[in-house]
């Protein structure tokens, strides 16, 4: 038998979590928890052989599973993932990993002083798509990064329980930690407002980096259009990731610009060249993200591989998500990570 694995929050991302456990043969998916009657009959219909649960504390009493994949508004994250970890089940937790930084560093005491996993499930990290643009940032195939710009846009989800930044950034955030290898040195957000319950629906993060970069994320639920676009400029060549393209997320582009300033006492002006080379689009293995993950999990829990998003990772992004709110309450001002 596989790892015995229980699905909790059954609502929009829980039954793609489902039936990717489901599907992964080193995994068995013994349990499935919601508190909704009609969420847990519908999709305990697809899994049969999984028991059903109205309540965690009902599941795990029942049975421990070895891991345990939560679903649910971030509110209930960290109550949810403390029973786990107490009862000595791994936690996979949805993005983002806790509602507030107290909470996501009490989660990963707590995992570290069990020996227990805690994951965040970044999902973004394992398309082939991200890991081709990280392999090309890290190899210098783009030289110096002099630039990012991060647009991800939708009419909606507006959500229940987060505003538009803690919704939709992380997974920017999480690429860009993951792609540049560094976090920011300050962070300013700026955003707007305009549904009753006085949360941000639009917003834009603007990421300060120690050397000189600098990366802007736009992020919005009431754009006609969806759009989920990262550009890195770089020195040398620069880099489209669309997420939304059917075959070529990835494109790379030998275009920039040179500036040959020689000598500014002597000359007035700044000779600028343009380089406006082929355009290249590297072949991308179709695996989807979601089960390339469940493969990392069970790797993770057997000792074959370091997590490549761990709650430490999860905790990082938070800290930014932080940041952006103070920043936000201040008009923009910027704050130091």
Same mark, same amino acid.
């Given at each position: ?72 508004? &971030?509110?209930?994250?960290?109550? *949810? +993932?403390?029973?786990? #970890?107490?009862?000595?089940? @791994? %936690?996979?937790? /949805?993005? $983002? ?64 329980? &987060?505003?538009?930044?803690?919704? *939709? +950034?992380?997974?920017? #955030?999480?690429?860009?930690? @993951? %792609?540049?290898? /560094?976090? $920011? ?64 997320? &990835? ?87």
């Amino acid at each position: 038998m596989g790892i015995a694995a229980a699905v909790v929050g059954l609502g929009y991302w829980g039954p793609n979590l489902a039936r990717n456990v489901a599907a992964n043969a080193d995994l068995e998916l013994v349990a499935l928890c919601d508190s909704s009657p009609e969420r847990l009959a519908r999709v305990g219909r697809v899994y049969p052989a999984a028991r059903t649960f109205s309540d965690l504390g009902e599941l795990l009493r029942w049975r421990v599973p070895e891991l345990l994949v939560v679903a649910t508004p &971030v509110a209930t994250h960290h109550a *949810l +993932a403390s029973a786990a #970890l107490r009862a000595g089940s @791994h %936690v996979l937790l /949805e993005k $983002p990993l806790a509602a507030s930084v107290r909470e996501g560093e009490d989660l990963l005491e707590q995992a570290d002083r069990l020996g227990l996993r805690l994951l965040v499930d970044h999902t973004f990290l394992f398309t082939p798509a991200v890991q081709e643009v990280r392999r090309q940032v890290s190899e210098g195939a783009l030289g110096p990064l002099l630039y990012v710009d991060c647009v991800r846009i939708a009419l909606g989800l507006f959500q229940p329980d &987060v505003d538009v930044v803690w919704d *939709l +950034a992380p997974h920017d #955030l999480s690429i860009l930690e @993951h %792609v540049i290898g /560094e976090r $920011p040195a300050r962070i300013r957000a700026i955003g707007s407002s305009h549904n009753p319950r006085g949360i941000a629906d639009m917003a834009h993060l603007h990421l300060d980096y120690a050397d000189g970069l600098r990366a802007h994320v736009h992020v919005s639920w009431l754009s006609p259009v969806k759009i989920r676009r990262m550009i890195l400029a770089g020195s040398r060549q620069s880099l489209i990731f669309d997420d939304l393209e059917p075959a070529e997320k &990835v494109k790379l582009y030998d275009y920039g610009v040179s500036f040959d300033t020689g000598d500014l006492e002597a000359r007035r002006e700044v000779l600028i060249s343009y380089r406006k080379g082929d355009m290249r689009a590297p072949a991308l293995a179709s695996t989807e993200a979601l089960t390339a993950e469940m493969r990392h999990v069970v790797a993770v829990l057997r000792g074959e591989a370091e997590p490549i998003a761990p709650g430490s990772g999860g905790l990082s992004v938070l800290r930014l998500l932080d940041a952006a709110s103070r920043s936000l309450a201040q008009a923009g001002q910027a704050v130091a990570i």
